[in-house]
């Protein structure tokens, strides 16, 4: 059987995948990759999500890939603009040739003695399966699962008459114009499509069990509009991403340091959207401090304005069951629906499900401390993407991404072949994702750990991580050696 090499083998072909290989060909012309992506299409979860008024909750400059300008007009932009620019950037730099749709990548197994990994995808369209072998393994899968949504069991949902769908996985079919319908849930997908949704339907509800933060913030970024028409483009997205940056960090910081204050001026910004009479303390006032979870975006105020305008309500009450025609609620209300849409959330899974051998042994991510925030102690030669959740995915892609350049340079220039972070003397571990939300609290156990310090922490910190990541040492924490070396005692923890 053919087995195809390659000098790095990334896994995905989404927004991190994408911006991964335009690094690495910018940094290594000569040196040989390849993208394998399960799906068919470029975008990742841009080219997934479908539902109807689908866009970033992170501003485009952000976003966006710090080496090609975002020129669209607006800064938060709708999921096919996103999807578009994926694609443009992929065809642009050449990357898109790389990429062998079809190939979901389903194990890894790492030989020390060899100094490479044997990758084993499955072809989706024939059950084939392909053999890669590569020197890198550079995993960009993001950290939810494709394939399925999270989904609870209501009950009575096999009653309803209507149609219920998940937001992941949004029929084509589906029309819901002069339809009744009711959104369940209050993250960053159900504040997206209620005002979507209410511009055609007959009414829609968002149904929450407890309220989230929801913030409007200007679809249009005036300062960027003003220094696009006096500087060249590169010089303009450079100085407005930069400055999208220190007001993100700053009110991160302020809503740790001074939880009560935030919470009240992120009341008073919803109180001024919604008439004097509305009862906000119980719809719009979370139990929760400000970034425990998330912030909730809404472009110019687009979910209020349907609030206002009647064509959406928002109802806080738990569900008791399902009826033939809706939802009856705990206290006794009953909600009318044609369409219920499920915007429960989504499922973790850490690195793709790619199931990990090094030398023979299984690696169980859990039980491993991530390095830096992008590799696994005892694994060695992989990297993977993981992005913020104070702040825009694609600035901490943007930094792995370059980190790996750095690493591979030095690799190159010391002789060495294998580089494996060490695990660090602590039991001071603490899950990788420090949100609160209901996604990351129900899977957060099988996602890999981090330490109390760096390079075993990862800092919610954007200027403290570039300094680090661009300028910082490559060896703390990582020992480098050549084929055949053995790896040490002290290595990834294995199940």
Not at 25 to 44: N, Q, S
Not at 229 to 237: F, G, K, Q, T, V
Not at 238 to 254: C, E, H, P, S, Y
Not at 369 to 375: D, I, L, N, R, T
């Amino acid at each position: 059987m053919a087995v195809d090499h390659v000098d790095v083998l990334i896994v995905g072909a989404g927004l991190s995948g994408i911006g991964a290989a335009c690094h690495l060909r910018r940094a290594f012309p000569a040196r040989t990759m390849a993208i394998l992506e399960g799906r068919d299409a470029i975008g990742g979860t841009w080219d997934l999500f479908r539902y109807p008024g689908v866009r970033s909750d992170s501003d485009m400059f952000t976003l966006g890939y710090s080496f090609r300008p975002w020129a669209a007009p607006k800064a938060i932009a709708d999921g096919a603009s996103i999807r578009r620019y994926v694609r443009e950037t992929a065809e642009e730099y050449g990357v898109d040739a790389l990429i062998r749709f079809r190939h979901r990548v389903v194990a890894a197994e790492w030989s020390s003695a060899d100094a490479r990994w044997t990758v084993r995808a499955q072809r989706t369209d024939t059950a084939e399966t392909v053999t890669f072998t590569c020197g890198f393994l550079y995993v960009c899968t993001g950290y939810y699962r494709y394939d399925e949504g999270w989904s609870p069991r209501f009950p009575g949902a096999d009653r309803f008459a209507g149609r219920i769908v998940h937001p992941q996985h949004w029929p084509d079919d589906l029309d819901h114009t002069g339809r009744r319908v009711v959104v369940i849930g209050s993250g960053a997908t159900a504040v997206t499509l209620v005002p979507a949704l209410a511009d055609r339907a007959a009414h829609v509800t968002m149904l929450q069990r407890s309220p989230g933060y929801v913030v409007s913030l200007p679809s249009r970024d005036r300062l960027a509009d003003a220094l696009r028409r006096r500087l060249p483009a590169h010089l303009a997205h450079t100085l407005v991403r930069g400055k999208n940056v220190l007001v993100t960090m700053a009110m991160f910081q302020f809503s740790r340091r001074a939880p009560r204050l935030a919470r009240s001026l992120l009341r008073r910004g919803v109180r001024r959207q919604l008439p004097a009479d509305y009862d906000v303390d119980r719809h719009f006032s979370p139990r929760y401090d400000p970034w425990d979870q998330r912030l909730c975006v809404v472009p110019d105020g687009d979910l209020f304005a349907a609030v206002r305008q009647g064509r959406a309500e928002v109802v806080t009450d738990t569900v008791e069951t399902f009826t033939e025609t809706g939802i009856r609620l705990t206290s006794g209300r009953d909600l009318p629906a044609d369409v219920i849409v499920t915007a429960t959330g989504l499922n973790l899974l850490a690195l793709g499900g790619i199931e990990l051998t090094v030398d023979g042994d299984r690696v169980d991510p859990a039980r491993t401390v991530a390095y830096k925030g992008m590799m696994l102690s005892g694994v060695p030669n992989l990297a993977m993407t993981l992005g913020y959740t104070n702040a825009s995915w694609t600035l901490r892609a943007d930094l792995v991404a370059g980190y790996v350049c750095r690493l591979l340079r030095h690799l190159d220039r010391h002789g060495h072949q294998i580089c494996t972070p060490l695990a660090p003397d602590t039991d001071r571990l603490a899950p990788i994702i420090d949100l609160r939300a209901g996604y990351v609290l129900r899977s957060v156990d099988a996602l890999p750990k981090q330490g109390p310090t760096a390079p075993w922490r990862l800092r919610q910190n954007y200027p403290r991580d570039a300094l680090t990541m661009r300028h910082g040492p490559v060896d703390d924490g990582v020992r480098f050696s050549r084929a055949a070396s053995p790896l040490p005692a002290n290595g990834a923890s294995r199940a």
